[in-house]
């Protein structure tokens, strides 16, 4: 099981601005995939953004042209910056990583909030 570190989250104005960021750890293989999911009240966790180790990505509508998605493969490190916030967008976020072995772990979720 790979162990993951959320930070980033937090209360943003309309328009504004975050970057969250996620770290693996504890994996015995490689870490092929890497995302981030979100889960709003009273909603199912959706897809947000992924990427792959050779750099392939992939987003959710709601996020294209907003949020960008990147990797550092070398220390197995997820960020998600996300540019031109919506109270939409508002939800609990959660990393996501999958071995080579296919075998998922989830973080613990960090909160955004965009609110005026």
């Known amino acids: 099981q790979v162990q993951l570190v959320e930070s980033g989250g937090g209360v943003v104005q309309p328009g504004g601005s975050l970057r969250l960021s996620c770290a693996a750890s504890g994996s015995r293989f490689r870490v092929n995939l890497m995302g981030w999911y979100r889960q709003a009240p009273g909603k199912q966790r959706e897809l947000v953004a992924t990427i792959r180790s050779g750099g392939t990505t992939n987003y959710a509508d709601a996020v294209k042209g907003r949020f960008t998605i990147s990797r550092d493969n070398a220390n197995n490190t997820v960020y998600l910056q996300m540019n031109s916030l919506k109270p939409e967008d508002t939800a609990v976020y959660y990393c996501?990583?999958?071995?080579?072995?296919?075998?998922?772990?989830w973080g613990q979720g960090t909160q955004v909030t965009v609110s005026s």
């Open positions: 996501y990583a999958m071995t080579m072995t296919s075998i998922g772990s």
